[in-house]
């Protein structure tokens, strides 16, 4: 168990509607990041959120924006998504800040139609 | 930038040994890590080995860093065909903050019986 749920775990949208996916990781894991992972690559890394303040970012559009929560759990959101935003999106959480260790959700697969 | 590459497949026969192979271009990378994908599943964390060292062994698991050459491999002993997955391998360049990763491609390991 890695300790973190992530949801929904397939979602299917149209171009140009909003989705919202959500992590949620046990107690005392407070640093939140979210990865994209398209089909056949290794995962991106979009951001990551400490203390409910974004706190990194990558190399990602504005559509792609975040929030953390005072329970740690933390929700990503994309505005009107492209055809290219279709793949698996991940929620990785470390222990705390200074630790090395980062536990990967199952993800939620979004499809884009 | 960071760049992370890896081969893509090897296949290997049950009961050997799987060496895979990562070289990365950050010459200020912390912490180096190996992640194993199932199909349809998150990303589980095997192992990591902190830049000042050039071998850790963990059960059936070692790591091998050169940080000279930039080099890292997983050698896997007795392979098993519960092992068939893809193995990521990351390095992480900020020190006390883990969030972000720069995840390589995956090397798809296929063990025959």
């Not at chain 1, 759990?73 to 630790?99: F, K, M, R």
């Not at chain 2, 199932?38 to 990591?48: C, H, I, M, N, V």
């Amino acid at each position: 168990d890695a300790g973190v749920t992530q949801s929904p775990t397939h979602l299917i949208k149209t171009r140009g509607q909003q989705v919202t996916l959500r992590c949620s990781p046990k107690s005392g894991h407070d640093t939140v990041s979210w990865y994209q992972q398209a089909l056949g690559q290794g995962p991106q890394f979009i951001f990551q959120y400490y203390e409910e303040e974004e706190r990194q970012r990558g190399n990602f559009p504005d559509r792609f924006s975040g929030h953390q929560f005072p329970n740690y759990s933390s929700e990503q959101n994309v505005n009107a998504v492209l055809l290219g935003d279709s793949a698996l999106y991940l929620c990785a959480i470390s222990p705390g800040q200074g630790s090395e260790k980062l536990f990967f959700g199952s993800g939620t697969q979004l499809s884009v139609l | 930038g960071e760049d992370v590459e890896q081969s893509l497949f090897l296949s290997v026969r049950e009961g050997d040994s799987s060496v895979i192979n990562c070289t990365y271009t950050d010459s200020s990378s912390t912490y180096l890590y190996w992640y194993k994908q199932e199909p349809g599943a998150g990303l589980q964390l095997l192992t990591y080995i902190f830049s000042n060292m050039d071998m850790k062994q963990d059960q059936r698991l070692t790591v091998l860093l050169n940080k000279k050459d930039k080099h890292l491999s997983l050698r896997i002993a007795d392979t098993q065909t519960g092992d068939s997955a893809i193995y990521f391998c990351a390095e992480s360049s900020h020190s006390g903050n883990t969030g972000k990763l720069i995840f390589g491609q995956g090397t798809t390991l296929q063990v025959k019986p």
